[in-house]
């Protein structure tokens, strides 16, 4: 109820390279990922828990350069992780898709660089449990090809330990739908209850 019952949601990010970056002459400092969250009837809490992280985002970068993941570290944030793990196989970790990391998952998330659905999908955390799965939750619509190709240059592998080199996460900002238009997104402003 808080975010409206206008679908799909959209979160856009404002980023910021820093002059490490190999291309960074060439390119500058701007970038921006907007990402398309799946439809909230196949995993609800991973979708508010999201919103919530983007709605009192503060802090937080690209720290993780690994061959099938980007991973994004969110510092100063209330939500602290998922009550629980949620999967929906009607969602599954593609390439371009955006899922929770660690455990218990979040608020740490990451786009899937290739496709993830065994790395990530059901059965892949536990030999003991064959059904959990890190939360997939949505898919990088714009910048998927530029934005997300450039943070894969960044001078380093796994986690990367030297703050100059992350990419800065300036801001999150939520999108809905503008009316009856598929295609027309607005910023979302927070009612006044």
């Given at each position: 109820a808080r975010y409206g019952k206008l679908e799909p949601y959209r979160v856009r990010l404002v980023l910021e390279f820093q002059d490490t970056i190999p291309d960074f002459a060439e390119n500058g400092p701007d970038g921006e990922i907007v990402i398309e969250l799946a439809p909230s009837n196949?995993?609800?809490?991973?979708?508010?828990?999201?919103?919530?992280?983007?709605r009192h985002w503060k802090k937080g970068a690209f720290h993780r350069i690994a061959g099938h993941v980007l991973q994004v570290m969110v510092?100063?944030?209330p939500v602290k992780h998922l009550a629980f793990q949620e999967y929906s196989p009607?969602?599954?970790h593609k390439k371009g898709t955006v899922g929770y990391a660690g455990r218990p998952s979040g608020p740490?998330?990451?786009v899937s660089t290739q496709d993830n659905s065994r790395n990530h999908g059901p059965g892949s955390q536990q030999d003991h449990n064959p059904h959990e799965a890190d939360s997939c939750f949505g898919k990088v619509v714009v910048g998927f090809d530029d934005v997300v190709q450039r943070i894969k240059k960044v001078d380093g592998k796994e986690f990367i330990s030297d703050a100059k080199k992350h990419v800065l996460i300036k801001s999150m900002q939520i999108l809905v739908?503008?009316?009856n238009s598929e295609n027309e997104f607005v910023e979302w402003i927070e009612p006044l209850f």
């Open positions: 196949l995993v609800p809490h991973s979708i508010f828990s999201f919103l919530e992280i983007a510092n100063k944030n009607q969602f599954p740490a998330w990451y739908p503008a009316g």
